[in-house]
């Protein structure tokens, strides 16, 4: 694997797929990645199925500048000038599936996580929560990358409220899976031991019958990423693998953030602290990016880059071709990172799939 020391943003799950690598990286052979920044997520899209629904409005995606989400509403910013509009609860038929399993609302594995939720307009909520996490906020207040308030206690309740809201309702669906013997193994409480001997027992085709075929997977790209004979690939959607394993490999099993997750990454009572773990909280701005939020995403990337924390960072741009298809990409340039602020709101796998270019 690569040397370049690296930062990704994230979604939760992939932020939780970049720990389990590193984790265990003796069985993944590891990754470049040394700074994790969560986003906050409350679900994520199915490309065909929104296809399927904006036809439904007459809207062809090609006509669709961006998505955005604000004040409970799903929009999409048309081309042309039209906004289309809808309130969050109505985007359940194209809310991806295996997101109504997921509990982690504010990246609990993440150095620092990010989103909109508790602060503002023109600021985001900044919870930091490794050592080095609090060293690069420090570091980017001190040099001016970004100016910090104190979070409000409204804007904390509201924070915690929405957080629990995701983690009851999927708690149920969850439950309701593992009844019917759909397994939602990343839920299940296990010990460190545990994880490591079941892991070792598993390839690609138990991730297919425990993972894929469950529809528990979320397009995170890790396994592709880490298999060291190239046989997984992501084709129409889902990971598929292409050659015979090889017979010590348990990498792909390992890696997959809807494989088993051990009570070290996720403590058991990880579901009662809405927030995670965390050292501190923040309403945060930079007044020199525009972002999605307070641009404060952006601003930690570029004073990562520009203070030869990191040398490369992963960013979620648009394709040329069709501006509304998020591309990954892993980039040492400052300009390639004011250029992509902003939320994407895809299923693409990013971060890994940026890091094997
Ligand atoms: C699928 C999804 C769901 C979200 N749901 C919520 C939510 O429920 N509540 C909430 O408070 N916040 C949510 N967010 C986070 C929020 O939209 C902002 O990303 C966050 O507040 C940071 O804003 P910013 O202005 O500081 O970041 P910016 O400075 O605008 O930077 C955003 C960064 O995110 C990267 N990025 C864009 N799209 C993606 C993507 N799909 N995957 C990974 N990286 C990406 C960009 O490359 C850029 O580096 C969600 C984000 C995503 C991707
Ligand atoms: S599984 Fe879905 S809800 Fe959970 S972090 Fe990933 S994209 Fe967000
Ligand atoms: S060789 Fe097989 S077990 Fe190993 S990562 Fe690749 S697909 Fe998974
Ligand atoms: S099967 Fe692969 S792409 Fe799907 S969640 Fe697991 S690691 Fe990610």
Redesign the pocket.
């Known amino acids: 694997m690569s040397e370049i020391r690296t930062a990704m943003?994230?979604?939760p799950c992939?932020i939780l797929a970049a720990t389990k690598i590193n984790k265990y990286e003796k069985q993944t052979g590891g990754s470049p990645i040394d700074v994790k920044?969560g986003?906050?997520?409350?679900?994520?899209?199915s490309y065909s199925y929104l296809e399927r629904y904006l036809k439904q409005q007459d809207i062809e995606l090609y006509e669709v500048r961006e998505f955005r989400?604000d004040k409970g509403k799903f929009i999409a910013n048309l081309i042309d000038g039209r906004v289309f509009k809808i309130p969050i609860a109505e985007t359940e038929p194209f809310t991806r599936k295996n997101c109504h399993i997921c509990t982690d609302?504010t990246s609990d594995t993440s150095d620092i996580s990010?989103?909109?939720?508790?602060s503002p307009n023109g600021y985001?909520?900044?919870i930091v929560r490794s050592k080095k996490g609090r060293q690069i906020i420090e570091d980017c207040i001190d040099k001016g990358y970004i100016a910090i308030d104190e979070i409000t206690s409204e804007g904390l309740n509201l924070?915690e409220r929405?957080a629990n809201q995701k983690i009851s309702k999927n708690t149920k669906n969850y439950k309701k899976r593992e009844a019917i013997a759909r397994p939602v193994l990343s839920k299940r409480k296990v010990t460190e031991e545990e994880f490591v001997r079941e892991s070792c027992l598993c390839q690609f085709e138990n991730l297919q019958n425990d993972v894929i075929s469950v529809g528990s997977c979320v397009l995170c790209g890790a396994c592709e990423y880490v298999c060291p004979i190239d046989s997984i690939q992501i084709n129409h959607r889902k990971p598929v693998s292409k050659k015979e394993c090889e017979p010590d490999c348990h990498a792909c099993y390992f890696a997959c953030p809807r494989t088993f997750v051990s009570e070290e990454i996720y403590p058991s009572d990880i579901d009662e602290k809405p927030l995670g773990n965390y050292l501190d909280i923040y309403c945060?701005k930079?007044d020199s990016?525009?972002?999605?939020?307070?641009?404060?995403?952006?601003?930690i990337?570029v004073y990562l880059l520009e203070n030869d924390v990191v040398d490369a960072?992963?960013?979620?741009?648009e394709d040329k071709d069709a501006p509304w298809r998020?591309q990954?990409k892993l980039t040492s340039s400052v300009q390639d990172?004011i250029t992509?602020?902003?939320?994407?709101?895809?299923t693409?796998p990013?971060?890994f799939k940026a890091l094997n270019k």
């Not at 990016?289 to 601003?299: K, N, P, T, W, Y």
């Not at 992509?340 to 895809?346: E, L, R």
């Open positions: 943003v994230g979604t992939q920044i986003l906050f997520c409350m679900e994520n899209f989400i609302y990010v989103g909109s939720v508790g985001s909520t900044v924070l929405i945060v930079a990016i525009i972002g999605q939020d307070g641009g404060v995403v952006s601003a990337l960072v992963s960013i979620v741009g998020p990954s990172v992509a602020a902003g939320t994407k709101y895809s693409t990013i971060g």
